[in-house]
Nanobody
Framework: FQLQASGGGWVQPGGSLRLSCKAS???????IGWFRQAPGRQREAISC????????VWGDFKGGRFSISRDVTKTTTYLQIDSLQPEDTAVYYC????????????????WGQGTLVTVSS
């Protein structure tokens, strides 16, 4: 199983990005989670999508700036981030874990390289 995150880059404050997570090798539709890790900080769970749980957004990421979705084939999962702020600067990762979501990063697998989002003026 393999996941490849992409879509990061540099953006000015107030801008938007849509990150993509391409899945390959799966014979089922796994739960896909998005996380981020800023320099010097712990990895944070942002959101997760699965057939069993639907869409879950955790903690400070509720409020509408972060939106998870996936395409009709369920092979690509997206994370839309709006109104980006400098504090959103981080490496964003996607990962999978069976059928059900939870916010515990240790239960997810196939983290990959992540995609760097840099927000600055």
């Amino acid at each position: 199983f393999q996941l490849q995150a992409s879509g990061g880059g540099w953006v000015q404050p107030g801008g938007s990005l849509r990150l993509s997570c391409k899945a390959s090798g799966f014979t089922y539709d796994p739960a896909i989670g998005w996380f981020r890790q800023a320099p010097g900080r712990q990895r944070e769970a942002i959101s997760c999508i699965s057939d069993e749980d639907g869409i879950i957004v955790w903690g400070d990421f509720k409020g509408g700036r972060f939106s998870i979705s996936r395409d009709v084939t369920k092979t690509t999962t997206y994370l839309q981030i709006d109104s980006l702020q400098p504090e959103d600067t981080a490496v964003y990762y996607c990962a999978y874990k069976g059928l059900y979501c939870n916010q515990y990063a240790v239960t997810f697998e196939s983290w990959g390289q992540g995609t760097l989002v840099t927000v600055s003026s």
